[in-house]
Every structure is written in structure tokens, then in C-alpha cells.
């Protein structure tokens, strides 16, 4: 079964510290990858893509990598602002099974939840 | 910036109500989802649509859900009737080239729905 798991479910940590959140999944034949940003009853913000062939992407203070053989992808976060506090979450793009392409839907992991204390 | 639409932000209604979601996606967009999310649970997907048609859907979208896009600029999910395990987040969600081709996903804030 095709599942995402973000570890941990809360993280705290002070401003001005680097940080990195977690994700993992079953079945490396992904597609691509996807990191959102959720805030409190707010919709999802797209934050970073990362196809297949791509070993990481970069936008501002956050890098994502990209590591297939091992079912993990990491969101960086450098030098973190209360303003970054939010639920992140990881959503993967798998191929399909017997053919070329995606599946053409996201499955989501259950988010990290960031708080970062003035 | 451009973005993603929803309305209502919220909705109650009575078990065995048939309700309808609303939502704009982003203009030049052409693939268009809905997704749900059940307080404390995962999103999920629901339903993929491009082209006036259902590109892909999952196990939860059954006879009970519909999509259209009935005019130029509006995507609807309806629920015909109702039940209390429908009670979630919905989110539309609309893609330039569509997941399938690397373009990223970007999400409305969501209508939620109450069924009492």
C-alpha cells in the first residue's frame, strides 16, 4: 500500500534555528513530490516540486531533497521566523502500476506541525 | 498573486441534504481537483477533472458525488445526500499542466462542511 508518514507529528524549536522535517514513503517509484505549507483552517500553499529525477529544489530559506532509494524526502528550513510556524506537509505523486505516467493524484502524509518561538 | 477561490468558507446542513461546493480556479489552469480532510486525518483525494471530464477518482467518490464545470470560470463538487462521515474540509485544488506533468498543485482555503 502506497503510504506517507511524516515523523515527528510536533516540532518546537527558537528562532534563528536551522531545522529539518521528515518524510518518508512505502514505494519508490514515485512520480513526483510535493511539500505544502497549511496554516490554522487555511488551505494549503504549495512550497516546493520535486520530480522524480530531481535530487532537490531550492526556494528562499527552504530546500528539499529528494532521496528515492530510501523512500525519504527532508524540507530544510534555514535560520526559521515565527512566521514560518504552520503544519507542513508532505504529499507524493506515484507512477502507475503497469504503465507509464502518474496516477494523477497526491497522497498526503499527516503534516509536521512547526511552532517556532520568538 | 493568483489564487484558488472556495465558496462558501463554510457550510451546515441536515443529513440527506444535497449540498454544492463552489470554487474558481486560477484562470489560465486547466486540470482541476477536489480534495477532502477530515478533522485530524490526512487529506485524501477525491476526483481529477480535465477537459469536462473525470480524469481519475478514488473509492470515496461514489454515486453520491458529482463535478462540473458548468460555465467558463467555475469547478462545483456536489454531494447529492448527504451523511454525518461527509463532514470534512474540502478543498479545490486547479493545475496548469496537471500533476502528471510535474506542474504543482495549488489549493483554495476550503469550504467546510458541517452534516448534523
Known amino acids: 500500500k502506497q503510504e506517507v508518514t511524516q515523523i515527528p507529528a510536533a516540532l518546537s524549536v527558537p528562532e534563528g534555528e536551522n531545522l529539518v522535517l521528515n518524510c518518508s514513503f512505502t514505494?519508490?517509484?514515485?512520480?513526483?513530490l510535493q511539500w505544502f505549507r497549511q496554516d490554522p483552517g487555511k488551505g494549503l500553499t504549495s512550497l516546493l516540486l520535486?520530480?522524480?529525477?530531481?535530487r532537490e529544489q531550492t526556494s528562499g530559506r527552504l530546500n528539499a531533497s529528494l532521496d528515492k532509494s530510501s523512500g525519504r524526502s527532508t524540507l530544510y528550513i534555514a535560520a526559521s521566523q515565527p512566521g514560518d510556524s504552520a503544519t507542513y506537509l508532505c504529499a507524493v505523486n506515484w507512477n502507475r502500476m503497469n504503465y507509464g505516467g502518474s496516477q494523477g493524484n497526491l497522497i498526503f502524509g499527516k503534516g509536521t506541525k512547526l511552532s517556532v518561538k520568538p | 498573486e493568483p489564487e484558488v477561490t472556495q465558496t462558501p468558507s463554510h457550510q451546515v446542513t441536515q443529513m440527506g441534504q444535497e449540498v454544492i461546493l463552489r470554487c474558481v480556479p486560477i484562470?489560465?489552469?486547466?486540470?482541476f481537483y477536489w480534495y477532502r480532510q477530515i478533522l485530524g486525518q490526512k487529506v485524501e483525494f477525491l476526483v481529477s477533472?480535465?477537459?469536462?471530464?473525470?480524469?481519475?477518482k478514488s473509492e470515496i467518490f461514489d454515486d453520491q458525488f458529482s463535478v462540473e464545470r458548468p460555465d467558463g470560470s467555475n469547478f462545483t463538487l456536489k454531494i447529492r445526500s448527504t451523511k454525518l462521515e461527509d463532514s470534512a474540509m474540502y478543498f479545490c485544488?486547479?493545475?496548469?499542466?496537471?500533476?502528471?506533468?510535474?506542474?504543482?498543485?495549488?489549493f483554495g482555503n476550503g469550504t467546510r462542511l458541517t452534516v448534523t
Open positions: 485544488a486547479s493545475s496548469d499542466r496537471g500533476i502528471h506533468y510535474n506542474s504543482p498543485l495549488h
Open positions: 520535486i520530480q522524480s529525477s530531481q
Open positions: 514505494d519508490s517509484a514515485i512520480y513526483n
Open positions: 477533472f480535465y477537459n469536462n471530464e473525470i480524469s481519475e
Open positions: 484562470s489560465n489552469h486547466l486540470y
